[in-house]
């Protein structure tokens, strides 16, 4: 110490530590020289006394002036040493840096000042304290005091200069710097760290978009950010990642894909829409990569199919048509059960486009990959029997087609007829409302022989006789009155000369017998009038109700339809007259 002392007079440190800048200023520059002489000699050892004295006794001293002295004469021995700074840098680099922590808005301003006359110097050498240098100025960006944050912001722009012309610089130790403090809300460290993203993407020696899965959530989370500013920055540097993205030589889709996923469901807007567009994109040039995250990303397009946003729409129906035309094999990571788990969860979902849209994608992997799906049909049947009491009628047509498709396995079409047997039971209303419909798209989906056998068969055995009643009603008007039932009701009126027609009668007498109205109305179809006129005769044996005669009024309309015609031109006397004939438009 005693050496630097002897080197550096007294009238020179003291002015260093005065309270007015120009005394430390001229101090300053008076050291430069002595260092400069020092330098152009070879004293490095007397240059390292000096540098020490500054250290100690004024950047680390507790008065503000000498601090804000000892950091003048810091950068002013920088400069005198010229070439050859980066011996000593490692004695000046720290107590430099450790001021940018002071209380005192002044010393915080001159370690700026000092960092930025020292980098000037050393350039890219100064590298090696990047990381420190980077945390500084992050904090710096957001000082309390404006001179302060407009030293730093000069200084971090002569940072960016030498970091993107240095050789040196280590993305691989940045990036987790920057992660870490890209979910500060702080809106001047968001503005600061989108511009250091933006700068380090424009070089091209630094591979940014290898990096990107470290950093895009944290450029989305500012897309939600209160200033216009920093979403227009942050959407600005989205937008350029996506274009290269287009053409990358190594992108990893699946990391990428999972942010994506995330932020699909942001309650933010514009996060949702600027995430669904880069679904989208990835769908396209994504290939092989993408296959494994399918499910992860149906999950997150099915809810935006119904979002109160037009322009997310949109993009979402873009991107299913897109991920439904992707021929994906099983063999090469498509997960089916997990598409499956995604389409089953959205069947509840409360908006009627995500259920629809939920059926179409099991609809075609029945149709691409149905050994696979039937292997997970455990996990999916009771939920898409459920959705057959879906509020809308557009959904329950289409769950009618899943369990079309499903149902050509004997097994799983008894199951679908037991289930909706015992909802109708449970629910009288459905039926009402629904039963006809329900009924005639399934004939209309299969056979009608083998849907009504199935129903025959099942009401057969119910207990509740009243219910039975109501269904073997409810499938008789069906019968009797729909064109989808048009063969079987010719087949019915063979039935006294066809073995075929003949069995089919037989099959839904059984449980016809239930409803006096239905096996009636059976009976006249299939043209067995002696058994009609029996059962009619026998009714008079019955108590004769409300229920009863409400019935038989049904009956009577049928009668007068026009599926009944022959049979009024028989009993007309246009063709054989027979006991039924009589019995109806003479009794009656």
């Given at each position: 110490m005693a050496d630097a002392m002897s080197i550096i007079p007294v009238s020179v440190l003291r002015n260093l530590a005065d309270k007015l800048y120009e005394k430390r200023k001229n101090a300053a520059l008076e050291?430069?020289?002595?260092?400069?002489?020092?330098?152009?000699?070879g004293e490095h050892d007397k240059i390292t006394s000096v540098i020490n004295l500054l250290v100690t006794e004024f950047t680390y001293s507790p008065q503000a002036n000498h601090r804000k002295g000892g950091l003048l004469g810091l950068a002013a021995a920088t400069v005198g040493l010229s070439s050859e700074a980066a011996r000593h840098l490692e004695q000046i680099g720290p107590p430099v840096l450790n001021s940018f922590l002071d209380q005192d808005n002044s010393v915080r301003f001159y370690a700026c000042e000092a960092l930025?006359?020292?980098?000037?110097?050393?350039?890219?050498?100064?590298?090696?304290?990047?990381?420190?240098?980077?945390?500084?100025?992050?904090?710096?960006s957001a000082d309390s005091d404006a001179n302060v944050q407009s030293a730093a912001h000069l200084l971090d722009r002569l940072v960016k200069d030498i970091v993107t012309e240095s050789d040196q610089f280590s993305i691989e130790e940045f990036i987790p710097l920057l992660r870490e403090r890209l979910h500060v809300l702080n809106p001047y460290v968001r503005q600061f760290l989108v511009s250091w993203i933006t700068v380090l993407d424009g070089v091209p020696e630094i591979d940014m978009l290898g990096f990107l899965p470290d950093f895009l959530d944290g450029l989305f989370n500012m897309l939600s950010d209160s200033s216009h500013e920093i979403r227009q920055q942050a959407d600005s540097v989205l937008s350029e990642f996506l274009q290269e993205i287009k053409n990358p030589p190594n992108v990893d889709y699946g990391r990428l894909a999972e942010i994506l996923v995330q932020r699909a469901t942001s309650p933010d807007e514009f996060t949702r829409l600027t995430s669904i567009t880069w679904i989208n994109e990835f769908v396209k040039v994504g290939g092989d990569q993408l296959v494994p995250y399918y499910a992860d990303v149906l999950g997150a397009i099915l809810p935006c199919l119904s979002d109160k946003e037009e322009k997310i729409r949109v993009v979402a129906r873009e991107t299913n048509e897109e991920l439904r035309a992707i021929s994906a094999d099983p063999a090469e990571g498509f997960d089916i059960g997990a598409i499956l788990s995604v389409a089953r969860r959205q069947l509840t979902s409360e908006f009627e486009a995500t259920r629809l849209e939920s059926l179409h994608w099991i609809r075609t992997l029945l149709a691409r990959h149905r050994p696979e799906v039937i292997t997970y049909l455990n996990d999916i049947f009771d939920?898409?029997?459920?959705?057959?009491?879906?509020?809308?009628?557009?959904?329950?047509?289409?769950?009618?087609?899943?369990?079309?498709?499903?149902?050509?396995?004997a097994q799983h079409f008894h199951h679908l007829v037991v289930f909706l047997i015992h909802t109708f039971r449970s629910n009288h209303v459905l039926l009402e409302k629904r039963g006809i419909m329900i009924v005639r798209q399934l004939c209309?989906?299969?056979?009608?022989?083998?849907?009504?056998?199935?129903?025959?068969?099942?009401?057969?055995?119910?207990?509740?006789?009243?219910?039975?009643?109501?269904?073997?009603?409810?499938?008789?008007?069906?019968?009797?009155?729909?064109?989808?039932?048009?063969?079987?009701?010719?087949?019915?009126?063979?039935?006294?000369?066809?073995?075929?027609?003949?069995?089919?009668?037989?099959?839904?007498?059984?449980?016809?017998c239930h409803s006096p109205m239905g096996m009636i109305?059976?009976?006249?179809?299939?043209?067995?009038?002696?058994?009609?006129?029996?059962?009619?005769?026998?009714?008079?044996?019955?108590?004769?109700?409300?229920?009863?005669?409400?019935?038989?009024?049904?009956?009577?309309?049928?009668?007068?339809?026009?599926?009944?015609?022959?049979?009024?031109?028989?009993?007309?006397?246009?063709?054989?007259?027979?006991?039924?004939g009589n019995f109806f438009f003479g009794e009656l």
């Open positions: 050291i430069e020289g002595i260092v400069k002489q020092l330098a152009q000699t930025y006359n020292i980098a000037k110097v050393v350039r890219g050498d100064f590298i090696v304290y990047f990381n420190q240098i980077f945390d500084a100025l992050c904090k710096l939920s898409l029997l459920r959705a057959l009491a879906d509020p809308s009628d557009e959904v329950v047509l289409l769950v009618l087609e899943v369990h079309a498709c499903i149902a050509e396995d209309f989906l299969l056979n009608a022989e083998r849907v009504y056998r199935e129903f025959s068969e099942i009401l057969e055995a119910e207990k509740d006789f009243d219910f039975a009643s109501t269904m073997v009603q409810a499938l008789t008007l069906i019968l009797l009155t729909s064109t989808e039932l048009f063969s079987l009701r010719n087949l019915l009126k063979q039935s006294l000369m066809n073995p075929a027609g003949k069995d089919l009668f037989l099959c839904l007498y059984s449980s016809w109305s059976l009976c006249l179809l299939a043209q067995a009038y002696h058994h009609a006129s029996a059962v009619i005769q026998s009714l008079g044996e019955e108590d004769i109700n409300v229920k009863f005669l409400m019935q038989l009024d049904k009956l009577i309309r049928l009668l007068e339809a026009p599926i009944f015609t022959y049979l009024r031109l028989q009993g007309c006397g246009l063709a054989s007259p027979n006991l039924l």
